[in-house]
């Protein structure tokens, strides 16, 4: 519960208010994280680079592995993933007869499949 005591209703000019508000779409979230990232800010070297400068510049250097990938994936882009997947099936069945039971398999779906409907009815 809210302590009423405090409250101070928001006037004129009050600093506190969001003048902007949330980005109505991604595409203004974008274009502010953009502009916030081209600021330009002074290193501890006495230069000036941007944010984003400075945050790739951080992330290159980071104790952190998963950092240094995302910087190297930003640099050169993601690596690529291969999944291999193989299947053998060792079976003394000729193909016809794996396929006669297939569609036994199948016709036994259709028949419960059919009952379970005929129960819901």
Known sequence: MANEQNLKPFVKGDA??????????????????????????????GYTVTRIEAMLLAMSSSKHPSDRKTFLEYAYGKVKDEIELGVEIKTNLSPEQIAQKVASLLVLAQERKDKADANNA
Not at 17 to 45: C, M, V
């Open 16 to 45: 506190r208010i969001n003048r902007y508000g949330r980005p109505k779409s991604f595409d203004i979230l974008r274009k502010l994280a953009q502009r916030i990232a081209a600021e330009p800010i002074a290193e501890k070297n």
